[in-house]
């Protein structure tokens, strides 16, 4: 079974952009029901995965285990976007900062560019930068679609783009929303890690591994 993992700091911690209000109700009910609904079913069928980022590759194309699929992505993506943040940012550095001056000019361009394309995207989904053989990309994904398991692409941050995320504290503002959080909330640090991996030099983030299902037996059976 895939467990909720804890957030990274204090539910106040990413005040006055993100309430505790909000991380309350996004982390502990809106990401546990996540997990909830994948463990359920996976225990239906009797499927143990050895990672979420397996079982999302297996199962991005197939129509019939759409529902598997989304709440499979919306798990890996909203732990992506715990670590994602951090109250404690730091600006770009070393070959983070190379990079987002190679791709976008300079880092408010980058900010220019990412609250666009997060402002502008029509429905609930998720903004990323990431990085590809050929440098850094701004990407969205609709919904449940992630960009975990995705070959060629290492996401670096994401932001969450779906009502639940900002409406208590920003109400229908999305821009403003992406606006503060992109100056207050990036975890640059983590970004840079994650750049490091796409380019060999250490693991890229994964979802913790699944544990047993409480009866002390490992599941056989795979997707």
Same mark, same amino acid.
């Given at each position: 079974?895939?467990?909720?993992?804890?957030?990274?700091?204090?539910?106040?911690?990413?005040?006055?952009?993100?309430?505790?209000?909000?991380?309350?109700?996004?982390?502990?009910?809106?990401?546990?029901?996540?997990?909830?609904?994948?463990?359920?079913?996976?225990?239906?069928?009797?499927?143990?995965?050895?990672?979420?980022?397996?079982?999302?590759?297996?199962?991005?194309?197939?129509?019939?285990?759409?529902?598997?699929?989304?709440?499979?992505?919306?798990?890996?993506?909203?732990?992506?976007? @715990?670590?994602?943040?951090? +109250?404690?940012?730091?600006?770009?550095? /070393?070959? &983070? =900062?190379? #990079?987002?001056?190679?791709?976008?000019?300079?880092?408010?361009?980058?900010?220019?560019?990412?609250?666009?394309?997060?402002?502008?995207?029509?429905?609930?989904?998720?903004?990323?930068?990431?990085?590809?053989?050929?440098?850094?990309?701004?990407?969205?994904?609709?919904?449940?679609?992630?960009?975990?398991?995705?070959?060629?692409?290492?996401?670096?941050?994401?932001?969450?783009?779906?009502?639940?995320?900002?409406?208590?504290?920003?109400?229908?503002?999305?821009?403003?929303?992406?606006?503060? @959080?992109?100056?207050?909330? +990036?975890?640059?640090?983590?970004?840079? /890690?994650? &750049? =490091?991996? #796409?380019?060999?030099?250490?693991?890229?983030?994964?979802?913790?591994?699944?544990?047993?299902?409480?009866?002390?037996?490992?599941?056989?059976?795979?997707?």
């Amino acid at each position: 079974m895939f467990q909720l993992p804890d957030l990274p700091y204090d539910h106040a911690a990413l005040e006055p952009v993100i309430s505790r209000a909000t991380m309350h109700l996004h982390h502990d009910k809106h990401h546990k029901a996540y997990v909830d609904t994948l463990n359920g079913l996976l225990a239906k069928d009797g499927w143990s995965p050895p990672s979420l980022e397996a079982l999302i590759g297996q199962v991005r194309d197939e129509a019939a285990h759409r529902k598997l699929f989304n709440n499979a992505g919306q798990a890996w993506n909203h732990a992506f976007f @715990w670590e994602a943040m951090t +109250p404690r940012g730091q600006p770009p550095q /070393a070959a &983070l =900062a190379q #990079a987002i001056t190679e791709a976008f000019g300079d880092l408010a361009s980058l900010k220019t560019q990412f609250v666009e394309a997060g402002a502008t995207h029509f429905g609930s989904g998720w903004v990323w930068l990431a990085a590809k053989a050929d440098g850094l990309v701004i990407d969205t994904t609709h919904d449940g679609e992630t960009l975990a398991a995705r070959e060629g692409v290492t996401p670096l941050l994401v932001c969450d783009l779906w009502e639940h995320a900002y409406y208590l504290d920003h109400q229908n503002n999305r821009k403003g929303f992406l606006e503060a @959080w992109f100056d207050a909330l +990036p975890n640059w640090s983590f970004a840079s /890690a994650q &750049l =490091a991996a #796409a380019q060999g030099s250490g693991p890229a983030w994964r979802y913790p591994e699944p544990q047993d299902d409480g009866t002390g037996e490992k599941r056989e059976r795979s997707v």
